[in-house]
């Protein structure tokens, strides 16, 4: 069974910083992309950032310039930055590895609530 393991998650006053990070195995991890995907209260699950394996990175028009998403081939972790948070950014958020017509695989989530 694949381990999506989250950590990095919760509170925080508007305008500040958190780190999340995801770790999974080598396996997983080596040839896969990896997403941060997160869900608000009443709202559908969006995207808000991609890495593909060579480290190329897409962001959701929302949080371009002030998230960023990164690997760390040695440690199999995933990480998203999250600056100048604003209180929108509240959400439980989700590591996820797409894997196409074979399904996504989830994170347990992290909760990140950002005051105003």
């Known amino acids: 069974q694949v381990q999506l393991v989250e950590s990095g998650g919760g509170l925080v006053q508007a305008g500040g910083s958190l780190r999340l990070s995801c770790a999974t195995s080598?396996?997983?991890?080596?040839?896969?992309?990896m997403d941060w995907y997160r869900q608000a209260p009443g709202k559908q699950r969006e995207l808000v950032a991609h890495?593909?394996?060579?480290?190329?990175?897409n962001y959701a028009d929302s949080v371009k310039g002030r998230f960023t998403i990164s690997r760390d081939n040695a440690k199999n972790t995933v990480y998203l930055q999250m600056n100048s948070l604003k209180p929108e950014d509240t959400a439980v958020y989700y590591c996820?590895?797409?894997?196409?017509?074979?399904?996504?695989?989830w994170g347990q989530g992290t909760e990140v609530t950002v005051s105003s």
């Open positions: 996820a590895v797409p894997r196409g017509v074979h399904g996504t695989y």
């Open positions: 890495i593909t394996p060579e480290g190329t990175t």
């Open positions: 080598r396996i997983i991890f080596s040839f896969n992309a």
